[in-house]
């Protein structure tokens, strides 16, 4: 299995971005997906997961703004970022948790891309 990211770059605020994580290894069933993201000096947070079946979870400090989406037939996991603000600046990462499909929360991903810079000025 294999995750690499891409997309990611410098952005006003107020701006958008939208980044992808080509997904190799799983065939047409796959398992919890979700976005995480570290800032220097922070824990890593997860932002944005994805279930099996396309059920979608949000952290909240990006409701409203990110939307997280699957193309299965394209093998791409993609996080689409709107309405971009300084604090978003960090280390995006793609993962996933080969162990579970329905229940996405946690911490036990355990495939991981080696991440994409996001950052975001004022």
């Known amino acids: 299995v294999q995750l690499v990211e891409s997309g990611g770059g410098s952005v006003q605020a107020g701006g958008s971005l939208t980044l992808s994580c080509a997904v190799s290894?799983?065939?047409?069933?796959?398992?919890?997906m979700g976005w995480f993201r570290q800032a220097p000096g922070k824990e890593r947070e997860g932002v944005a997961r994805?279930?099996?079946?396309?059920?979608?979870t949000y952290a909240d400090s990006v409701k409203g703004r990110f939307i997280i989406s699957k193309d299965n037939a394209k093998n791409t996991l993609n996080l689409q970022m709107n309405s971009l603000k300084p604090e978003d600046t960090a280390m995006y990462y793609c993962?996933?948790?080969?162990?579970?499909?329905?229940?996405?929360?946690?911490?036990?991903?355990?495939?991981w891309g080696q991440g994409t810079q996001v950052t975001v000025s004022s």
């Open positions: 290894g799983y065939g047409s069933s796959w398992p919890c």
């Open positions: 993962a996933a948790d080969s162990s579970r499909y329905y229940s996405c929360s946690g911490s036990s991903y355990n495939t």
């Open positions: 994805i279930n099996l079946y396309g059920t979608t």
